[in-house]
């Protein structure tokens, strides 16, 4: 799980974040209580009718599929199976995102898994 998380707001355009993609693929997108709402992938930015312009509420993917940092890395594999993400917030019991776990996280944690 990375801890390091960069967010959006529902209200931001595509621009004032877009500088966020040249590292990552996707971040969860937080209201005014830093609950996660949604997540917003460079897929879910291809789709934004007004380019850069668009606000990110407007092609977010929303509700967030979230976990809580108890589950298991089985968990995450088999909900982002399930719901074909890439990504995964992690949030508290109050919604606010603690980390976020990707697709190349889950590959790191099984591989090392099958080495031991």
């Known amino acids: 799980m990375s801890t390091t998380i960069y967010t959006a707001r529902p209200d931001q355009q595509l621009e004032e974040i877009d500088q966020h993609f040249l590292q990552i693929s996707g971040l969860p997108v937080i ?3 830093l609950e996660c709402i949604g997540v917003l992938s460079k897929k879910d930015k291809t789709k934004a009718t007004n380019g850069l312009n668009s606000k990110v509420h ?3 993917s929303s509700p967030a599929i979230t976990l ?6 089985s968990d995450a594999a088999i909900l ?4 074909k993400v890439h990504r ?5 019991n109050s919604r606010q995102v603690v980390g976020i ?4 996280d889950i590959f790191s944690a099984l591989e090392g898994k099958s080495t031991s």
């Open 31 to 33: 209201n005014d209580n």
């Open 88 to 92: 995964i917030p992690i949030v508290n």
């Open 68 to 73: 809580t940092a108890d589950k298991t890395v």
């Open 58 to 60: 407007e092609v977010m």
């Open 80 to 83: 982002m199976l399930k719901h």
């Open 101 to 104: 776990v990707t697709r190349t």
